[in-house]
């Protein structure tokens, strides 16, 4: 079910109890900012997951809320993490859903690496 990108972080959002090692995951990368991992349901052959550390819902809550440090951390994790998956040659692409019409589902930030084929047309027509 798709999720609001505004009101209270939820403490106990699937992210959240990734991030606190309460479910597993297959992380590929961590620093103080960010940590990444495979998306449960890839829908690419490569399908990564980066999410800030702190506890923001979404692009807007983590560009309004969070400090300078944190948001250069994360975006340099993205950029790490891409290159890390040898994907700058061929490219790749990045989406952040957020809110009911980007069927946004789980409320923390999370920002998708699609990589390993030809993505094609931006969006469905
Ligand atoms: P959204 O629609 O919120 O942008 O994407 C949420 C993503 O999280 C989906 O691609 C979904 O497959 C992934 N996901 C949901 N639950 C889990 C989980 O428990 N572990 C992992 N690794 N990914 C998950």
């Given at each position: 079910?798709?999720?609001?990108?505004?009101g209270d972080y939820d403490d106990g959002n699937i992210f959240a109890r990734i991030l606190r090692g309460e479910i597993p995951s297959q992380r590929i990368y961590e620093d103080a900012f960010a940590v990444a991992f495979h998306d449960?349901?890839?829908q690419a052959p490569v399908h990564?997951?980066?999410?800030?550390?702190g506890p923001y819902i979404?692009?807007?809550d983590f560009s309004a809320r969070a400090t300078d440090a944190e948001i250069a951390g994360f975006v340099r994790a993205v950029g790490q993490?891409?290159?890390d998956l040898g994907?700058?040659?061929p490219g790749y692409r990045l989406l952040a859903n957020a809110g009911v019409h980007a069927h946004q589902e789980v409320p923390h930030l999370h920002v998708h690496i699609f990589g390993g084929r030809q993505m094609g047309a931006m969006l469905p027509r």
């Open positions: 079910m798709p999720v609001a990108a505004t449960i349901n890839p990564v997951l980066v999410i800030p550390r979404s692009w807007a993490v891409a290159r994907l700058e040659e």
